[in-house]
């Protein structure tokens, strides 16, 4: 089984700077996927960024990367150049990689951008 | 851009009604989910298919909800009789398959049952 953690129920960040959002996870599965996702007020969730277990490079999306640590099992968000538009509910969530298994979904992190 | 369909967008009933949702997920796609998210909390799956066959229903309360994927592509979430308990958003989401690839989410419907 899979289980995601996302520590910081909101943050707050200045626009144009950057704001890193927490993720640890836990499994028991040797390979794996995290992803990200963006759920703005209007309810659809937004997929944002992909990095398999055994990816050797962070993966990046724009202005978006993952800060993955495996020895830490964390799976870190980090959006540069905050915008008004980043202001949103970013869930952190993995599945196995073998058979066809659902995502697991932690909490939520609240982000608000600050004008 | 071929996107998740999902319909009503908003419901209220009141309780003991029946509800139904229905999904169309993106062409293509074998894999469809449904998904139940409280206010404040994150996506929890209800019910996954694999085409039209169940692979994951073991959190679906099968007392009052049922689901359907009759043949394989649309796919209709059924609430009866609902309770006040139910209120959440209801996420219908597709993928092609699982493991790298993500999952497509539509807009999602809000239920209230008053």
């Known amino acids: 089984a899979q289980k995601i953690t996302q520590t910081q129920p909101g943050m707050f960040v200045q626009e144009k700077e950057a704001v890193t959002l927490d993720c640890t996870y836990d499994t028991s599965d040797p390979s794996y996927g995290l992803f990200w996702y963006k759920q703005p007020s209007s309810g659809e969730m937004i997929f944002l960024i992909y990095?398999?277990?055994?990816?050797?490079q962070n993966a990046t999306e724009g202005r978006y990367s993952l800060n993955f640590q495996k020895a830490r099992k964390s799976a870190n968000l980090v959006i540069s150049a905050s915008q008004l538009g980043d202001s949103a509910m970013y869930f952190c969530?993995?599945?196995?990689?073998?058979?066809?298994?659902?995502?697991?979904f932690g909490k939520g992190t609240r982000l608000s951008v600050i004008a | 851009e071929a996107e998740v369909a999902q319909s009503p967008r908003y419901k209220i009933t009141e309780k003991s009604q029946a509800v139904a949702f229905w999904c169309d997920p993106i062409s293509g796609h074998a894999t469809l989910y449904w998904y139940r998210q409280i206010l404040g909390q994150g996506p929890e799956l209800l019910v996954q298919?694999?085409?039209?066959?169940?692979?994951?229903d073991s959190q679906l309360p099968k007392d009052r909800f049922s689901a359907e994927r009759l043949k394989g592509v649309d796919s209709t979430l059924k609430i009866q009789p609902a309770e006040l308990g139910d209120s959440a958003m209801y996420l219908c989401a597709s993928s092609y398959r699982g493991g790298a690839t993500e999952a497509f989410f539509g807009q999602g419907t809000r239920l209230t049952v008053v």
């Open positions: 969530a993995m599945r196995a990689m073998s058979g066809n298994t659902p995502l697991v």
């Open positions: 990095q398999g277990s055994y990816d050797q």
């Open positions: 298919f694999q085409d039209e066959s169940v692979v994951d």
